[in-house]
């Protein structure tokens, strides 16, 4: 074991001599430099995501207050708001593949869904770390909990992944309830039945108006999040769970040069998934949220890289910032352009259905609308 020391970087070395001379290539300031620019574009990407969400949110609330009152003149309601249905639009998918039918219901829920999936078959789960506002909300209880204290509550490896089975559970119920047990006709009943028509409103009331088991529920995660990081990414989130499994079949992957590592474990240290990257050829693993925060941090240039085998193709953070950007808004645009963004319930229907939020339930929307949208 060598302990080497220089330019205030230290670190602790087992290995070759012609990997150490790769290692001081680059010096502390090179190294911050590289970890703040990485950081920087992930920040950016959330934040123009972030962004997005919120105009959504308050042009759908728009939206609904001036539907409530009655206003001849309303906003467009604004289509985005659906990726905050998976549950419906996993119904869409099965509806999409066994009968044709795109359904106009929730048209933009639908076309999300598939490309947060293709995200992550191309991108692993880019999804989590440079878009999902929850992961964002995650993030900033990670920073009030670095503030709080010093360490995070560590959980034994066993029981962290006792825990983590807990959202393959709850995505294998939502499978097994939407994929093999509902038949087609009654697949086709909820989406088009006035609950599934007004479930994004459902969802806002939900949220202006939480309930005394809902304000529980969310303090008690925000509690949990603060002592343990990433309690709902990391052990609940069923959409999670589909995406790190549609992830292993992604042909990118963090690669490890273990030639030229030197075994500094910095990778390891900075993994918010707590992912022993300084031991893997290549990070299969499904918590794997290609932040890039182990690729910004080696001191070592091109030992640790998003790539595939053999580094043949590989993506530069800032490669994968623009994929990310690009992917999702193009696919938005091109769903625009295709007539499969907007969807085709009148805004008369809306007017309706407004004042009767209340009475609608699951077991109402398993029924059709007597005037269901086509």
């Known amino acids: 074991m060598i302990r080497i020391k220089a330019g205030g970087f230290k670190f602790d070395y087992n290995g070759s001599f012609n990997a150490l001379a790769k290692g001081l290539r680059m010096n502390r300031g090179e190294i911050l430099k590289k970890c703040s620019d990485a950081m920087l574009l992930r920040r950016l990407v959330q934040g123009i995501f972030a962004a997005s969400t919120i105009w959504i949110g308050f042009r759908f609330y728009l939206f609904y207050q001036q539907l409530a009152a009655g206003a001849e003149q309303v906003v467009e309601r604004p289509p985005g708001v659906e990726a905050f249905l998976p549950i419906s639009s996993l119904m869409s998918l099965k509806l999409w593949i066994v009968s044709g039918d795109f359904n106009r219901i929730h048209p933009a829920g639908l076309v999300l869904f598939l490309v947060i999936l293709l995200t992550a078959l191309l991108l692993k789960r880019g999804f989590c770390s440079w878009v999902c506002p929850v992961g964002v909300i995650n993030e900033m209880l990670n920073a009030v909990q670095k503030l709080l204290f010093r360490q995070p509550l560590v959980v034994r490896r066993w029981f962290d992944y006792l825990l983590r089975s807990i959202k393959y559970l709850l995505l294998g119920f939502f499978c097994w309830i939407?994929?093999?047990k509902m038949p087609g006709s009654a697949l086709k009943a909820f989406i088009y039945s006035p609950y599934n028509q007004i479930a994004d409103l459902k969802m806002l009331v939900f949220f202006l108006d939480p309930s005394t088991p809902t304000i529980v529920t969310l303090s008690v995660l925000t509690l949990l999040s603060l002592l343990v990081r990433n309690v709902w990414c990391r052990y609940l989130c069923p959409y999670g769970a589909l995406l790190g499994m549609t992830s292993w079949l992604s042909p990118w992957k963090i690669r490890r040069d273990a030639g030229s590592c030197i075994d500094c474990r910095k990778c390891t240290k900075v993994c918010?998934?707590?992912?022993?990257?300084?031991?893997?050829?290549?990070?299969?693993?499904?918590?794997c949220h290609a932040c890039l925060r182990c690729v910004a941090v080696?001191?070592?240039?091109?030992?640790?890289?998003?790539?595939?085998?053999?580094?043949?193709f590989v993506i530069r953070p800032w490669m994968y910032a623009v994929c990310i950007v690009v992917f999702f808004f193009g696919s938005i645009g091109a769903a625009r352009l295709g007539g499969f963004w907007q969807n085709n319930i009148p805004l008369e229907r809306y007017r309706h259905y407004i004042p009767l939020l209340e009475r609608f339930n699951h077991a109402h929307g398993g029924q059709v609308s007597e005037g269901r949208a086509r």
């Open 298 to 312: 080696c001191p070592v240039k091109k030992t640790l890289q998003l790539s595939t085998r053999g580094h043949r």
């Open 178 to 180: 939407i994929l093999l």
């Open 272 to 287: 918010p998934a707590n992912i022993r990257v300084h031991c893997a050829g290549a990070v299969r693993s499904d918590e």
